[in-house]
Structure formats: structure tokens, C-alpha cells
């Protein structure tokens, strides 16, 4: 039998350990409830290691007396071939808590599970057997939430309808039911990924608002009112000529910024995607650093009001003084970093790398925006001539 120690990531960059198993095709999975800090936390490093070594300890407890997984999956079978669609997300929904989901994921998965008991309901299949599950109830309740449901209590917003992402989410949280009920050995295929294109959710062309250079020198150029709107507007302005999220910027901490070659470089582990960042800063980034306090490493360099719609507050005050009229928040600066960027002509794999994307599909949709931009230039030769 194969015993290995798995991690899964959970919100705040925590990360929840557990042991999976493996014989014959069998495979089963045990929540140790142990779970490791942010590598960039306080005590971090000690609290991963111990924490770490339990886990080794408890592995090797299993090694010796390992868990019989045949005759319970021999069971889950048994079990399986009476399962309902309902009963089986019923399952999946205690499977999540245990999981340490947390209470808003919990929530939307509950909500999922109404919304296809409503739909069965409608199609008296209420008492469907997951294992008969096929492509033509897939697809029927796709059709439901897509032309047919209303939430009654967001009736005045688009009738009701839901809105793309929460399609898109609904598709994916239902794909994943299938596929926990596959690995479960309930169910020999997921019926979502008989459906074609047409037939699945997809979210729109989102488009994405950046600052011009002369844009961006308006907004920096503006007389802040308070201490508060004066750091976001410097962290904005630095984020625009790094791409570091709001999340980044918030603890980025001075011992962040190194002298490498002679420049002075970010260099941390992104929160969000957990991937290095390595970002050499210009004459134009480093002015917009504040003066240091303290003499302390470990202080941050921005000290930005935590909540980020307090945050997104000041830059829509700091761009209607500069008389901005786009709808701008923290996050376009990313935008604005990826736009001038390309737009000056840097290789799109740089641009990638600073933006830190895993595909430089994400990074191509700035490519195309800067060449709309450029065709838009072009077309006003048009007539000249004439």
C-alpha cells in the first residue's frame, strides 16, 4: 500500500495536510488536522517543521497498521448502486466540511445542491440514481439556470438571472461533485464533460481598465487630503510600475527589497498564487517608495488600511481629482503595468513573468488590448487621403 503525506490549500495562504491511500485502484484520503502557516508568517518556519514531523510520525503509525481499503470501497459500491444525485451531494457536502471548507464555500455548495433538487423536482427525477446520471440531465439543468431560474431576491437586477461567473461556478462546482463520486468509484464518467461548448457556461470578455502614462502621472500628481489616501496613492502608483496585488502590497515588508546587480529588487512569494516574484524597481518605482520610520526589516513598507473596499474608497476619490473618469480600482494598477508595458514594446514573456501569470494565455489579452489600441491609431488615417 501506498501512503503518501498531501497538502490542500485553504484561504489565507494556510495549508491543511492529510494522508492519502493507494492499492490496486483503491484510493481513500484521511484529514490529519494539522495544518501549516504562510511561509512569510511569523514563527513560520519552526511551526511548518514540527507540524510537519507529526504528520511524518502519524504516517509511519499507518504504515504499520494500514487501513483495509478494498472493503470499503467494496462497501461505498454496495452502497453506490441505491446512491441518489440528492443523496450523493449530501455526502459531498459533509465530505467538504470535514475538508475544513470554509463557511462560505460550504454555503455556495448547499446552494448548488437546492438548486438541482429544484430542478429535479421540475422534471419529476427527484429520486434519480447518481450512477444513471447522464449527459441529457446535465444538460437539462444547465438550460434551467441558464434561461428558466430567477433568484427572487436579486429580481430587480437583470430580472433575476445569474450572472455568468455564478454560471460558471455552478458548472464547475457541479463537475466537482462527479469527479469526488469518480475517484469514490460510484461512477465510471462525469457527465459534464460529455457536453460541448454550446452546451457549458463560459465567462464573458471581461474588459480590463488601465491608466494611460499621462493618466497615471495625473492621479500621482494629486494632493492627497489624509495620511490614508496619500499611502494608497503611492502603493497604487508602485503597483502600476510593479503588478503587485493589493494583497502584496499590504505586507510587503522592507527586508522585501534587495540590492541585486547594484538595484533595488521586490522579491517575495506572491500570495495569491504562491510563486516567487522578482521585480527589479526603476527611478520612477523608487520614488514612489515612503520614507522609512525605523531601522526594522520586518516593518512594511505601506501601511494601507486593511479592508480593500476602504481602499478602493481612495483611489476612486484620489481619480476623480485627477479627473479620470474611468472606473478604476486597486487592481487595475496590474492592468496599467501589463498595458505600459507592452505597449512600449517588452516581450510578452517578460510581461508574463512579471505579472506573475501561470499561462501566458491570461498575459495575450493585454497583447490584443494594446493592439486594438494601435489599430484604433491606424484607422485615423482613414479619409485623410481622400
Not at 16 to 44: C, F, I, S
Request: net charge positive.
Amino acid at each position: 500500500m501506498k501512503i503518501e503525506i498531501k497538502e490542500r490549500k485553504l484561504t489565507e495562504g494556510k495549508r491543511a495536510l492529510y494522508l492519502e491511500y493507494y492499492e490496486t485502484g483503491y484510493r481513500k484520503r484521511e484529514n490529519l488536522h494539522l495544518y501549516l502557516l504562510p511561509d512569510d508568517a511569523v514563527g513560520a518556519a519552526k511551526h511548518n517543521r514540527l507540524t510537519y514531523n507529526k504528520a511524518m510520525e502519524i504516517r509511519a503509525e499507518r504504515i504499520l497498521t494500514p487501513p483495509v481499503l478494498e472493503k470499503e470501497n467494496a462497501k461505498s459500491e454496495e452502497q453506490g448502486n441505491g446512491l441518489t444525485w440528492l443523496q450523493w451531494c449530501d455526502d459531498y457536502i459533509k465530505w467538504s466540511v470535514d475538508c475544513g471548507n470554509c463557511k462560505k464555500m460550504i454555503g455556495h455548495k448547499n446552494v448548488v445542491r437546492k438548486r438541482i433538487a429544484t430542478y429535479l423536482r421540475r422534471v419529476d427525477k427527484k429520486d434519480i440514481l447518481l450512477k444513471d446520471v447522464s449527459k441529457d440531465e446535465i444538460c437539462g439543468l444547465f438550460d434551467y439556470m441558464r434561461n428558466k431560474y430567477r433568484n427572487k431576491r436579486q429580481i430587480k437586477t437583470n430580472g433575476g438571472r445569474l450572472a455568468d461567473y455564478s454560471l460558471l461556478l455552478f458548472e464547475e462546482t457541479v463537475k466537482a461533485i462527479f469527479n469526488k463520486a469518480m475517484r469514490e468509484g460510484l461512477v465510471k464518467f462525469n457527465p459534464v464533460h460529455s457536453l460541448n461548448k454550446l452546451e457549458r457556461f463560459h465567462a464573458p470578455d471581461k474588459h480590463r481598465e488601465y491608466l494611460t502614462p499621462e493618466e497615471l502621472t495625473r492621479f500621482l500628481a494629486v494632493e492627497a487630503e489624509c495620511e490614508n489616501e496619500r499611502t494608497v496613492q503611492l502603493a497604487f502608483g508602485l503597483s502600476s510600475m510593479t503588478a503587485l496585488r493589493l494583497g502584496d502590497m499590504q505586507h510587503l515588508r522592507w527586508c522585501d527589497i534587495k540590492m541585486i546587480d547594484g538595484v533595488p529588487t521586490i522579491s517575495i512569494i506572491q500570495r495569491k498564487t504562491k510563486r516567487p516574484a522578482i521585480i527589479p524597481l526603476n527611478e520612477m518605482a523608487q520614488s514612489l517608495l515612503p520614507p522609512r520610520t525605523d531601522d526594522n526589516p520586518e516593518s512594511l513598507v505601506f501601511h494601507l488600511v486593511k479592508k480593500s473596499d476602504n481602499v478602493s474608497k481612495y483611489v476612486r476619490r484620489l481619480k476623480e481629482k485627477a479627473g479620470i473618469e474611468k472606473d478604476l480600482t486597486y487592481h487595475c494598477s496590474r492592468h496599467t503595468t501589463a498595458s505600459l508595458a507592452i505597449s512600449a514594446g517588452a516581450d510578452i514573456s517578460a510581461v508574463k513573468d512579471v505579472l506573475g501569470h501561470g499561462s501566458i494565455t491570461s498575459t495575450e489579452v493585454y497583447a490584443k488590448v494594446a493592439l486594438e489600441k494601435k489599430i484604433e491609431a491606424v484607422n485615423l488615417f482613414n479619409g485623410v487621403f481622400d
